[in-house]
C-alpha cells in the first residue's frame, strides 16, 4: 500500500500547485494533467520493473 500511498500524495501535491496557481491569479490547470501524467508514466515504470 506504500506504493499507492505515494502515488496519492504526489497527486495531491499537483492539486496543490494548481490552487497555489489559482491564488495567484494565473490559471495554470495543465500543471495538474503534467504531473498526474509523470505520476502515471513512474507507476507504468514501477510495474514493469
Known sequence: MIF???LYLKA???DA???IA???GIFILHV???QLL???SDAH???AR
Do not use: M, N, P, Y
Open 38 to 40: 509523470r505520476v502515471d
Open 17 to 19: 500547485e494548481v490552487e
Open 32 to 34: 495538474k494533467a503534467s
Open 4 to 6: 499507492r500511498q505515494d
Open 22 to 24: 489559482k491564488t495567484r
Open 12 to 14: 495531491q501535491k499537483a
Open 45 to 47: 515504470f514501477l510495474i
